[in-house]
C-alpha cells in the first residue's frame, strides 16, 4: 500500500516539472524574459499549490486509510483503489483545469503584452518623432552659430591676409627696389669691366701689332742670318760672336783670349788658360754648316739628301782633323781642344745619328760642345779658376790668420787686466756702499737721540711752570 502512495507523490512531482518545463520553453520561444518573469512565477505559484492540495489531499486519504485498515483487506484495497482512482482523476481534472487556466492566462498575458507593446510603440515613436524634432532644432541652431562663427573668422581671416598681402607687397617693393639698385650697381660695374677689358683688349691688339711688326723685322733678321751663314767667313764670324758671348759672361778676362796667335804661327779662335794639369785648351768655332743645310732642308729629293749627308761627314772628319793637328801643341795647348758648334740641332745629329764621327772626334782628342754643354764647361772651369786662386791665397791667409792669433792674445791679456780692475772696483764699490750704510744708520741715530733730547727738554719746561 505505501507504494502506491509513493508513485502518486512522484506522479503529482512529475506532472508539476512537466507543467514547468511547457511554461519555461514557452517563454523562451516569446523571448520575453523579463516580461513573462511575473507570469512564471504565478504558474509556479499555482502549481505549488495545487500540489501541496493533492499532497495534503493524499494525506487525508492515508489517514482515512489507516483509520479503516481494521476492515476487510479485501475492501480496503477496493476502496483505496477506488479512492485512487478517483485521487487519479480529480488530479488530472486539476491538472486539465490548470493547464486550461494557465492557457487561458497566457492568452490574456499575450494580449496585454501586446498591447503594451502597442502602446510602448507607439510612445516611443512619438518620442522619437520629438526627440529627432528637438534634434533637428539644434541643428538648425548649432548650424547658424557655426555660419556665424565660421563668417566672423572669414572676415577676420581675410583682414589678416589682407593685412599680410599689404606688408608682403610692401616688403617686396622694398626687396625689388634694393635688388633693383644692386642689379643697376653690377650692370653699371659690369659696363665699367667690360669697358676696361674691351680698352685692355684694344691695348693687347695693339701690343700684337707691334709684336707683328717685330716678328716681321725678326723674319728679315732671320733671312739675313741665313745669308750670313750661307757665306763660309759670315758662318765663322757668327760662330765667334756667340762663342765670344758665352766665355766673356762665364769667364775672368784673365782666363781667356780671344784670336790668341800660336808657335805655329795659327790663330786660334779662343784659348781658355785653366791651370794644371789641364792647361791652355783651344777652341775653335768656324764649323762648317753648308751640307748640313742641304742635308736638312725639305725641298730637297732624297738623293741630294743622301749626297749632301756623306759631304757633311766628310767636312766634319776634315774639320776634326784640321783641328787635331793646328791647335793641340805638345807643351804649349793642352792634350785636347774644343769644336764648338753653334746650333744645338747640329750637336743633336752627330750624336743620335753618327755616332762614328763621335768616335773619330775622341779618337783625335777634340771634343765637340754645343752652347749649351760649352756653358757648363765653362761654369766648370770658372769653379776651378776659384779655388786655384784660393790656393794661391792660403799662405797669405795663414799669415793673416797668425796675426790674428797674436792680436787675439794680446786681447786676451789685456782682458785679463780689464776683468781685475773690474773686480778691485767692484769691492771698492761694496765698501763704499758699506760706509754709506754706516753713515746712514748714523745720521739716523743722531735723529732719534735729538728727539729724545728734546722730548725730555720739553717735559722740564713743562714741570718748571707748573711750580
Known sequence: MEWLVVIGVLNLG???????????????????????????????????????????????RIADFEKAASGDSAQLREVLLERFGGLNVEIVEQLAAGKTSSQH????FKDEVKGVLAEHGQKFEQRQGEALKALQDSLREGMKDIRTQVSESLSKSSEELGKRVENLTERTDGR???????????????????????ISVLQHLERIDEAQKKITELSGNVVSLQAVLTDKSSRGAFGEVQLNTL???????????????????????????????????????????????????????DQEKTVAERLFKQDVKKHIKDIS???????????????????????????????????FAQHRRVWMVSPTTLMAILTTAGAVLKDEATRRQVHI????????????????????????????????????????GKITSRFSKIEKVELEDGEQTTAGLLTDSED
Open 325 to 359: 793637328e793646328k791647335y793641340i801643341i805638345p807643351g804649349e795647348t793642352a792634350d785636347g781642344a774644343m769644336m764648338f758648334l753653334p746650333a744645338e740641332a747640329v750637336f743633336a745629329e752627330i750624336h743620335a745619328h753618327h755616332p762614328d764621327l763621335v768616335d
Open 176 to 198: 625689388l627696389k634694393e635688388i633693383s639698385g644692386q642689379v643697376e650697381k653690377r650692370l653699371a660695374e659690369g659696363f665699367e669691366k667690360t669697358t676696361e677689358t674691351f
Open 247 to 301: 766665355v766673356r759672361n762665364l769667364m775672368p778676362e784673365s782666363a781667356f783670349e780671344m784670336q790668341k796667335s800660336l808657335s805655329t804661327g795659327n790663330r786660334v779662335d779662343c784659348m781658355l788658360f785653366l791651370p794644371d794639369p789641364t792647361g791652355n785648351v783651344s777652341i775653335d768655332a768656324k764649323f762648317p754648316l753648308e751640307n748640313y743645310r742641304t742635308m736638312v732642308d725639305p725641298d730637297r729629293g
Open 14 to 60: 512529475l506532472l508539476s516539472l512537466v507543467v514547468f518545463f511547457l511554461i519555461r520553453l514557452e517563454m523562451k520561444r516569446r523571448g520575453q524574459d523579463g516580461a513573462w518573469a511575473s507570469r512564471e512565477a504565478q504558474l509556479r505559484d499555482a502549481v505549488g499549490l495545487a500540489a501541496a492540495q493533492g499532497q495534503q489531499a493524499v494525506e487525508r
Open 105 to 108: 492566462s497566457l492568452g490574456e
Open 397 to 436: 791667409i795663414q799669415e793673416h790668420l797668425r796675426a790674428l792669433s797674436g792680436d787675439f792674445g794680446r786681447f786676451q791679456e789685456r782682458m785679463d787686466k780689464l776683468a781685475k780692475h773690474i773686480d778691485l772696483a767692484h769691492r771698492d764699490v761694496k765698501e763704499v756702499h758699506t760706509s754709506a
